[in-house]
């Protein structure tokens, strides 16, 4: 009998191993999100707001903790930190964060899927995933030949020659392409001499069998009507070719949740054109989809100290989690999302020295638009209405402008926040006033001084602080779902990101890898 029990337990145990490896398949579906310039002050910050939007007080923990004042990464099961810095800079640029994320080596700020000698190309896992037969779709919120999504498709030795990074994008013959524009798509006359190319990218776009589509309608139709190969412009671009900021975005664009919605549809729901896509790549079946999502203008707008159009980016870019993790439902065993960010931006701290321990987050609630939609509007109209001269104090027209854009009280300010507002002001109207160049570049950077003033201290009423107009060092979060998930888990290095992801979709090549 005792040898019997033995050979029963032993036997359920072969078999329980057996059913463990069938489940623990590699995922079919990946998601990789990247919200440039995030990291847990951008997120804290954000639930803060979502906390005190929906009812609640950012300063109870059991409001904080509710879970609709939670962001949808926060509440991902499996969470690690990943450091930032690249080959030769504490604090990383975009280019060489996207190459660690996607090519799994780290290279110098500026260069994108090279080495820091920018004498090797390498391949990114987007890449070897189409090799391997998966659908690649790129979304991101800013000009999709920005740093971030040309790290998964380009090979450049300097990020600014997007003509040649557009050119690439071509080439790769990725299946989805979303978000923002183009910055250098046509021919220029006179031709760059920087070593960027000189093409016509729509040209090379049609020559390519590409669709490309601009209008909320037909980008919307693709859910039900997929394209094999496509290029989603939203409508109105603010700035450089990007989508305009959440809190400017009118009704005629896509949010970055609803482009990464349709890229879904288009990927998954492709059959057609599918198969003819994996019998070219040397595939014999349905081999899922790799999706990276970029919330870009996180970063633009942590750059400018602009807590509101920050928080309004990252909570859009958490809706776009928010519609995977929506599919993974669907499709739990076949689906791994991760998300993390590429570095900090703006030294953002959650807290400030004028408010000691409490925090005034219902401060932010009456900001209408970002900086860069009051200064294209509202500050444009003004400033060409205004010569130099004069004083906030008084001015009525620019105290009432101040309460309806960024619900800021001039009667509520104390007595050197409205120093700091007129030097300001002169700044701006005069070209000078009586600080050094010294504190003009610590109070503005490269700025207009009174729009950063005005967000600078409406962030500090409500307890957010800025160190910065750039990045900084610090290490970012990584939250994680699905099948493979585990891997990222711990505290780890940028590079490892794109080596655990190429495990994770059984790529076998040992990153980085040669093109």
Known sequence: MKAKSIFCAATLAMMTLASTGAMAEMPKYVFFFLGDGMSNSQIQATEAYLTTKNGGKATEATDLQKPENRLNMSKLPVFGMQTTYDAHALMTDSASAGTAFACGIKTLSGVVGMNDTKTISYKSI??????????????SSVSLD???PASY???????GFMNNIATQMVAADFDFYGGGGLVNPTIRNPAPTNGDTNNDIWQLLKDNQYTVLNDRASILDLKEHPKDKVVCINPWLQDAAAMPYA???PATNLSLAEMTDVAIGSLKNNTDHKKESFHKRGGSRDEGFFLMVEGGKIDWACHANDAMAAIGDTLDFDDAVGVALDF????????LIVVTGDHETGGMTVGHATNGYTAYYDRLLKQTNSFTYFGDNQWKSYKADHACGGNIEGNTEMINLMASAFGLQWADLNAYQKEKL?????KSLCGTNTNSTDENNLLYGTYEPTIVTITHILNERASIGWTSYSHTGVPVPVFAIGPESKRFAGFYDNTDIAKQMAKAMDIRQELPVEK
């Open 126 to 139: 987007a890449q070897l995933a189409a090799e391997h037969g998966k659908r690649v779709g790129i979304i």
């Open 146 to 148: 920005h740093a971030t």
């Open 153 to 159: 498709y380009a090979s450049v030795p300097n990020r």
């Open 247 to 249: 809190i400017d975005r």
């Open 328 to 335: 993974y439902k669907k499709y739990p065993n076949d689906t």
């Open 422 to 426: 007129e030097a300001a002001y002169d």
